[in-house]
């Protein structure tokens, strides 16, 4: 089950008079909104203080970088997978997993979080490496940990193939075919990844 703190309220006809917390998760939701709309690089102060119908100095006062903006508003909006999947079978745990994840790609926040690895260059992307890192990457891999720790019990999965190494494949393979292929992920590529990909690295010796 995927859960997403991120929820977007319909602008009001009049902009009220915000202040506090309201008016800073105003400016989060209106910044998320307007990557998925122009990308980063379109992305501007401006264009974020109108959308959250509030003026640009207030904008200002809290974040003094479009980047540190983003960064908070990412690590504030994106979606988390709750619990790993445990239906049975590593396969079936793996690919819904994945289909979790790709959800969360593909939500609002995700959208907003691929326009950022897409169009950065090398120096604003390390500001954002934390978020990428921590609210993505991470929960992945610990989710998957839990999934194949239980395929080991079940004698599903060989002892050693709890490692490192394989606990990044999934992550790696969804972040660099999004970034570097533009791949949508559909059912199909996520079985044959599963299959093609998994499933052997994980099988026990012999089998």
């Known amino acids: 089950m995927v859960t997403s703190r991120w929820t977007a309220a319909p602008a009001p006809a009049v902009s009220p008079r915000r202040r506090g917390v309201v008016l800073e998760r105003a400016i989060l939701d209106a ?4 990557l998925g709309e122009v990308g980063w690089k379109g992305l501007t102060m401006e ?3 109108a959308g959250a119908q509030t003026g640009k100095a207030a ?11 983003v960064a908070d508003a990412l ?7 709750a619990a790993a999947p445990d239906l049975g079978s590593v396969r079936e745990d793996l ?9 969360i790609m593909y939500s609002p926040p995700g959208v907003a979080l691929r326009s950022v690895i897409h169009e950065c260059d090398q120096v604003q992307a390390e500001r954002f490496q934390e978020v990428i ?27 050693d193939a709890a490692n490192g190494y394989v606990l990044d494949a999934i992550p790696a ?6 970034k570097m292929c533009a791949s949508e992920w559909s059912d199909r590529d996520l079985e044959d990844m599963i299959d093609q990909l998994m499933l052997p690295l994980l099988r026990p010796y012999g089998s």
């Not at 910044?31 to 307007?34: N, V």
């Not at 904008?59 to 903006?69: A, C, F, H, I």
């Not at 690919?95 to 959800?103: A, E, G, S, W």
């Not at 393979?173 to 999004?178: E, I, N, Q």
């Open 133 to 159: 890192v921590g609210g993505v990457v991470q929960p992945t891999v610990m989710l998957l940990g839990e999934v194949i720790a239980r395929g080991i019990e079940r004698g599903e999965v060989r002892p």
């Open 59 to 69: 904008v200002y006062r809290r974040w003094p970088s479009k980047e540190d903006l």
């Open 75 to 81: 690590a504030a909006g994106l979606p988390r997978v």
């Open 95 to 103: 690919l819904t997993l994945c289909r979790q994840v790709r959800q």
């Open 173 to 178: 393979m969804m972040m660099y075919r999004s």
């Open 31 to 34: 910044a998320l909104e307007q």
């Open 47 to 49: 264009g974020i203080a």
